[in-house]
């Protein structure tokens, strides 16, 4: 199920790893749609794939082809490689203590 008040890492298609974090992720008339903070919002055609608790595929019929992949980022996930994707990421992840705690900074300081 998407949780559209979670942050997600995003793997793109063709890519080995993923590469981005993004929010507010919802499907919208048929179209998923999500912000790449800080301001960056995006809609992409396509359909949902495989949907589990903490992840899900799209298939995207246009933009950047293929099978995008989301999951959900968790506090360990931050801290161990994604805080690279945030301005001042690991000064953010030494002061975050949980996973909900990292979904809330992100949509106090972005949405």
């Known amino acids: ?7 997600y890492a995003v793997k793109f298609p063709h890519n080995e790893d993923f590469q981005n ?13 999500f912000l790449s903070p800080p301001d960056r919002g995006h809609e992409i055609t396509g359909k949902l794939g495989v949907e589990t608790k903490d992840s899900f595929t799209w298939i995207s019929d ?8 989301f999951k959900i980022c968790t506090i ?5 490689s994604y805080y690279r994707f945030v301005c001042n990421g690991a000064e953010i992840a030494k002061v975050i203590q949980t996973t909900t705690d990292l979904h809330e900074w992100y949509r106090k300081n972005f949405l």
């Open 21 to 33: 974090l993004v929010m507010d992720v919802h499907i919208h008339k048929g179209n998923l749609r």
């Open 1 to 7: 199920m998407i949780d559209q008040r979670a942050v």
């Open 62 to 69: 246009h933009t950047f082809a293929g099978e995008w992949q």
């Open 76 to 80: 360990e996930d931050f801290r161990d």
